[in-house]
């Protein structure tokens, strides 16, 4: 560079100023160069940490939560699954109770087995059990307590990265404890809105009109496993509703509205057929999947790995995913798809896949009994980035 | 009127003008002045006429369904229920078939009674029973048929007199029979879009986006019930969720947008309990409600009458409705308040009623088991209008 | 018919029932078959009358405004273009006043020619002038004073048929005066909104997330003629933007959501090159027409009339269109499209014209010169109907 | 900490796991913590290192654009304005041309001052000069040519931090140059969409429906001083309108939807009569704001500056902004706000200044005339962060 250039360069950096022509590949690749790498998280070693955990860090009022997140291997020293979503197994031994508290970030509660916690939104205790999905919109007040003398966890999901790259955080502290002890079968959310196509005909104050997200605290596992079941079955009549041939899926909506039951946040799951395998895809915006049965084999930008119950894996922007159940496969699946469809961001697009990546599934399809059986999961978590 | 207006006047007569100026106060009333009149059918003497009719009229193609239309009185020659809604009695004799058909027109069934028909929407059967609301959005096709030995009868809902005034008028015959003899005790609408909070990702062609019908073909009486319920349960607890003190009131709805189940027509169930007099209202719009199971007394401009199960009573625009439950009482009611909200030309508001009107609910309701037990319907029907 | 049949349909008579099967044809036909006709109203005919009334019939409170309106021949004794549509001419003299008032139907003024009146609409006096269109959206208090001293007439548009059957009709009585007498050249409505793609900040409490109707009391000619010649122009460079070929059509719309000015009435100008003929087309729902320049020919349901500056007509709802441009036409349509789309009834259709129809609007237009010339509008009005 | 739970942040950090305890307070503090610092940048200072790298910096191929962007000094090594926006001055000279491409970011042009460019978007050449708004929606075709033998500089306004943290980044070169060297005074966009309230009737297939963002390229100094100027004039004559006392704005719309102009930027112009204080606000989201036309104070969150045509400043989020106008100030403003409302993360609030706060505000602005006289730029530009 010459001198007189040198001398601009300096003169801009001591006034805050930075060229584009120098930077303007970075700033605007030609396809998403996303720093978040595809990674496998195994619950088989998950799960025992935060047991881990549970012994050695009590809960309380600061921490306020028990939460182990899975932090993508691409976005160092962060707690990000990817650069818009947070994921993390939360743990509460018995009888413990997670402080009451609010955010303005949006959260939910996958629960991947067990059962004894009530978390308490905005005063209504909801129950929480396996396959149940749980809200916890932005500001609504909520704490946990586990009425069992067994341990439970579960999944947290949030939009914690996103809200702090937006600068969108507010936090406010409530009391120690859970505003109501109590410990109904069903939540008074779910009593008013848990009615298949019925809404109250006196919305709440907090209702549908205003309200960005779902007045329906927790989603069961009965009804999102009968409507799962209910689609392939159509299927296997000839009719519509499956999103692909053996591939069902649903979404967890606002029942007074249609829309994502979270503004920020999409909630689905997906049951795979024994033996079918998706079609390859990638998309604009990042998801997190958790393995909730079965068992199967994931392609992610071509690497493939084998998943089992509790399994998460995090797939980054414009990622190429396909998965082959092994067995009868159920994945939750969570992602930030309504932050780019309300900013016009999404796109998307079915991928072919490579001879030898197709290959590589079905091999490893193929090979998923026995390496199952011998346990390779020491190395199996390595599916991204640059190792 | 001198002879140059006269001649002015057979001028305008001779161009097919007309003054605004002789007519305004009719055109432009201070408030709504619906010919349409306050009435009540009692369905000790509707459903008789309905089974005369099963046993004098066949069913088939041309008339096409033995339906009887309740009559505004205020809307002579005309079967209308008011100037917007149409409602009837359908009866359908043992094995009988109402053969398949479409139409521009919205319709709905409301069961007070009885099982064992299927309705056929778009080649999806669809189970009738006590308590349930099916859908018939425009353009559907759509057939019946009585699988048992029993007749059976029920509400018949549409918004032909709307449809007739606009001249949105279109219809085509189908098949003379059912596209489809099978009995399943759930439709395909309902397996796929009947799970609370949840739709399926892959909605199909007819979708949620596209149509302004709601996909879900059945609403059962099981989760109205429970719906209804839960509200005066909540309230009991000391939560928000009814209407007004002691009042239920759920609507049915759209599961991919929140909105009515049908373009034109509002349709909600209410359950008063015991003892409870709604607040008197009235709105632009009209409505027509029927008992579904309880007793109670209806006031409609202050004209007072007892209903009981199955009786039918038809609210014109403007019209104060206040009603008192005897027992339980619950009615179902559907109305065109979509078209005046989405023209902008919805108003309502509570009514004070006068002492002498406060009265008379009370003192009908605290005679209602004596005139019950007598039976006063020959002129209890008579409740409006200019006689 | 046997007696026993003749006794049923006696007692449901008696009892304010009527039978779907015996008048299913007429309440469900095939296509549309309105009652309102196709009709051509001349203004050389329409003007002298309004003219006359001006000299014998005082404006004032009670009759409100000196107001001729078209009366569709197949609504016979209605003051209706059509079955949902009133258009009529206002007159109103030197230094005439109409009083204040307002009302829940929406209504617009559409200016043929003239100036010298000011609409004061909520208390905002709007000039009027040649080729604008003003607004007084449902409820919006309204007089109007003429400064000059000589009269102006122009055209009327509202919903009022569509609000009778409706029974949304509320009316009240303002001051016998205007509010306010000051004749400025830009209303406040147009100085706040009359920016293109430009919307206040602080929108008033009245504003556009609240508001049906547009707060831009005013659609001046100088833009609606700009951007119709904008679109012939770039049709000419090879460039999207026309109708179709030779056809430039602008909508009024509210500049604060994009949609139609008013929520019942579509309100639209469009401008054909001399020699072109618009596709035949057919749609629900109605409309009214008034050539505002130029001359040409128009077929309804195959009718061929002549038409110049000032003709109105009237197209009921599935009648087929079509209109061919003698010289450069301009005309300005209004119609209930709105209701239609709002309310899910919305269809429409090209239609392919018969050889003899093509032939007769080619001759008619061949002919239009010399007809004319000759003047033949004794006999050319009469478009439709049963004659 | 003790050795076990040393042990367990190890196996955490081994498996990718990071526990929400320790770092809870970071990631969901009480309020927005936002790295970005409010920040002013002097135009007499960026425009001549502008005009250096003019000089010294051909435009082509690869680096695109001579685009000097406000690097904020909270966000080091980073060209970003605040963590969603950024800002530059664009640098075009006498016959240069910047080459066709296009990119997933939404992009806008302000201009502070001069003529003679043509930026040509998808095909349609724009021209540009002082005061306009001159857009370039996400993925839509452009490139610029200077037409005169003068240089010319503007504001450059995109979405790029926001789409690069969403990885929401694709980007296709296209022609070296301009695809039309023809220099219209209006452009095509303008001419089918730029009439107040008026919209084509056949709006083009890539039309309001499916567009995002707004067909109107162009939005004009004439027609944006004229909104604010009758905002001022209305105020005066007792009318709403302005935004607060002697403070006019008005927004950049889509004229087919009454929104943002582009879905993920605000845009907006402000003017404060001489005298005028506005109210101290703070929000969630960040702003950039460009004096265009007069001087003024500002005081963000508490240091005050004195400002003058083209300086700009950068607010972060939660950042409290009062200005206060010297003599007539103009300010261009753009934001992320339509990111926060449709995500559903929007807050504001007034904030009440201290008294030294306003004191400030008030000593700063009687000192402006002095202050400027003797020029204190090199120190005035420090308003934020650490120092």
Known sequence: MDSALAGLYRDFDRHHLLPLWTQREDLMPHAPRPAAVPHLWRWSELYPLAERAGALVPVGRGGERRAVAIANPGL????????TLWAAVQYLGPKEVAPDHRHSQNAFRFVLEGEG???????DPVAMRRGDLLLTPGWAWHGHHNTLDAPMAWLDGLDIPLASQLDATFFEFGPDEVTDRSTPRHSRGE?????????????????PEAAPSSPLAAYRWEHTDAALRAQLELEAEGHDGT?????????????????DALPTLRTEMHR??????????????????????????ISLDGRVRQV???????????????????????????????VFERLGFARSETVEMTEAEATDVVEAFDAAE????????GTADAVGGAR
């Open 76 to 83: 160092p020293g962060l707690p990000y699954a990817t650069s």
């Open 117 to 123: 916690v009530w978390t308490v939104v905005n005063g």
């Open 191 to 207: 009593r008013l809105w848990g009615h298949p196509g019925l809404v109250p005909v006196a919305a709440p104050a907090d209702g």
């Open 243 to 259: 999103l692909e041939h053996g591939h069902a899926a649903v979404r967890f909506t606002h029942p007074g509205t249609g829309g």
């Open 272 to 297: 795979l057929r024994a033996g079918v395998t998706t079609t390859a895809r990638r998309e604009t915006g990042s998801s997190v999947w958790q393995v909730f049965d079965g068992s199967g084999t």
């Open 308 to 338: 089992s119950r509790g399994d998460l894996f995090a797939v980054p922007p414009w990622c190429t995913v396909a998965i082959a159940a092994h067995d009868t496969l159920d994945l939750f699946r969570f992602s930030d798809a309504p």
């Open 370 to 377: 026995a390496i199952e059986a011998t346990g390779t999961s």
